[in-house]
């Protein structure tokens, strides 16, 4: 059984770019939920998709978007990057519909915007 | 508005000793508690948790316990082992969206051989 993946695991961007993370959840997986983890700070949570649409998203602005595909994986995209988006980024996957606590992390983006 | 806090940047103690982690949260609604360990280079991994309805658990050498009057939770290790060095996140959801986890800072616990 294989865990939860991201890709790539680091990237640098230029401010303004846009970019596309992107996590396979764990076999079984349904609910998928993404976090930013600033330098120093605990991860905060950006949204969370289950069966393809958004299900919850905490306080990150529109330009934070997400999609999640019918074998589960999730794609987070980020347009219009700035200094302050760098940061690591966790997804993490979770069994048995959003209201499940049991959330198991993948290894994170690195993304460094410059 | 920092709903989940844990005071303590860091913690040193001897192998073999105990290691007390502290968390405190302000958010009422909170009913379920976890904490995660996280090792350089990798995803937080998942530790143990606590239910409102109790106030300790028990897992082999850790345990966490809850006072719900105070909005305090501890993580107990014992005995710490060198292996348990790594940051550790206090994270607390409520019964309205429990797939949303709102962690703590973290605190980097190293224990010496």
């Known amino acids: 059984e294989t865990g939860v993946t991201q890709s790539p695991t680091h990237l640098i961007k230029t401010r303004g770019q846009q970019v596309t993370l992107r996590c396979s959840s764990q076999s079984g997986h349904n609910t998928v939920s993404w976090y930013q983890q600033a330098l120093g700070q605990g991860p905060q949570f950006i949204f969370q998709y289950y069966r393809e649409e958004e299900n919850g998203r905490g306080n990150f602005p529109p330009r934070f978007s997400g999609l999640q595909f019918p074998n589960y994986s999730s794609e987070l995209n980020v347009n219009a990057l700035e200094l302050d988006d760098s940061a690591l980024y966790l997804c993490?996957?979770?069994?048995?519909?959003?209201?499940?606590?049991?959330?198991?992390f993948g290894q994170g983006t690195r993304l460094t915007v410059v | 508005d920092q709903q989940v806090k844990q005071n303590s940047p860091s913690l040193s103690v001897q192998e073999g000793r105990i290691s007390i982690l502290n968390c405190d949260y302000t958010?009422?609604?909170?009913?379920?508690f976890l904490w995660y360990k996280k090792y350089p280079a990798e995803g937080p991994t998942f530790l143990i948790s606590?239910?409102?309805?109790?106030d300790k658990n028990e897992d082999g050498r850790f345990t966490v316990f809850l006072n719900k009057s105070a909005k305090h939770l501890s993580l107990h290790i014992v005995p710490s082992q060198p292996g348990d060095s790594a940051v550790y996140f206090c994270a607390a959801s409520a019964s309205t969206s429990y797939g949303k986890l709102t962690f703590g800072q973290g605190t980097i616990l190293t224990v010496h051989p």
């Open positions: 993490a996957s979770s069994p048995g519909g959003p209201m499940n606590t049991e959330a198991f």
């Open positions: 606590i239910s409102s309805i109790k």
């Open positions: 958010n009422s609604m909170f009913d379920y």
